[in-house]
């Protein structure tokens, strides 16, 4: 992975912990059914259950940015492509949500820049992956 990667795959950690903040204090867990049943498989207050689960996201986040996304092999890459799966997932729904309902929905503010942030990370190690496959490429073809 390039030093590039690397650092969106750590804006995108960031990004997601604004993203959590706002859906805390919009208070998805009690008006999004799949939030208020993680959070309650946490905690009978759903708020430290939302809280818990939030934090455990997040941790896990910066394990991978710490651990294999800065070593940069193969655990890196698929630790960030599937940070980069859960994200637009997560992006596109509160959109999707908020577009449709025609109103601003909880987590909507935050999942633009989640939503860029996980294209531009994408699209960095696509890039990433066509100058390896350039690299490999020129020197197969210097050793013939």
């Known amino acids: 992975m390039s030093a590039r990667s690397k650092l969106l795959f750590l804006v995108l950690v960031i990004v997601q912990a604004a993203h959590s903040v706002e ?3 919009t208070r998805l867990f009690e008006i999004f059914a799949p939030a208020r049943f993680v959070a309650g ?3 009978d207050d759903l708020a430290l259950g939302f809280v818990v689960f939030n934090a455990l996201f997040l941790g896990i986040g910066a394990w991978c940015y710490v651990g294999p996304v800065r070593a940069g092999g193969v655990a890196g890459r698929a ?3 599937v940070w980069i ?3 637009l997932a997560n992006s596109v729904g509160h959109i999707t949500i908020a577009v449709s309902s025609g109103a601003y929905f909880s987590g909507s503010a935050t999942a633009v820049p989640l939503l860029v942030t996980a294209v531009c990370l994408a699209l960095s190690m696509l890039a990433d992956r ?3 496959e350039r690299v490999a490429a020129s020197t197969m073809g210097s050793t013939s």
């Open 130 to 132: 066509r100058r390896v």
């Open 41 to 43: 498989l946490l905690s």
């Open 79 to 81: 630790a960030a492509v």
């Open 23 to 25: 859906e805390y204090v």
């Open 85 to 87: 799966a859960i994200e």
